[in-house]
């Protein structure tokens, strides 16, 4: 543990759950964000299921605009451990999609904090909370999400910038190009009920945080690389996805998502202008 860092283990434990309705309309307008005409037919058959990873729209956060902080999320405290530390981000996940969920399905979810780690990295003091999120719908267990939340230290004025991830040789099988500007971000932030303002306050994103552009949502890149996965082998099932956020992006440049078959399984990965791997995904397939 970091010399001075508070001790937040007595949150390991603590649990919540939430309910909520698996309704068509936002998976409608996620595919119209993602330019999927098709999907978007797919998705209004009588039979059709939530694609994986879809969840995210569900179970948004109801805090009251007057506990928001300055950075646009909740202040700290609550459920999750008061972290000091002012930047966060969503570092990744591991999931376990057990069955299909149905629209209009009544969905219940335990959220569970597993693990509370401080540590130290590149840019200084971490702290890492991995909660498990456990879902059921219409009372049959549906996934569990494991969700890694790093908080970490504003960076110094002056100070170097920290290294990049590794470049890492790949031969990408299938690949696009996603052009991240501020209304695709935008819509995103909106679907999920993100006020995160890095996403969308250029000012904020780049006087107060620093960041050179507004910051690519980890989950949306993790959304994108299901499409891809999904737009290349559409009769894939997904049934284990796990991935890590390894370099930011942002939208001042194009980047490409990537994929390679290995087997049974389909690495995935995001890849920034520079060549460098920006998140790196792994889905199992059934």
Known sequence: MNEGAADYRTWIGRSETDEDVALRAPALRLAATLDRADLIAKLQARDATLPPCWHWLYFLPRALQSTLGADGHPVRGGFLPPVALPRRMWAGSRLELRAPIAFGAVLARTSTIASVENKSGRSGALTIVTVRHEIRADGRPALVDEHDIVYREAPQRGAPAPAQSEEVPRRAQFRRTVVPDPVLLFRYSALTFNGHRIHYDRGYATEVEGYPGLVVHGPLQATLLLDLLDR???????????????????????????????????????????????????????
Do not use: H, N, Y
């Open 232 to 286: 290349e082998l559409p009769a894939a099932r997904v049934q284990r996805f796990a991935f890590r956020a390894l370099a930011p992006l942002f939208d001042t440049a194009p980047f490409d998502v990537c994929g390679a078959p290995e087997g049974d399984r389909v690495r995935l990965w995001t890849q920034g202008p520079d060549g460098r791997i920006a998140m790196d995904a792994t889905a199992e397939l059934d």
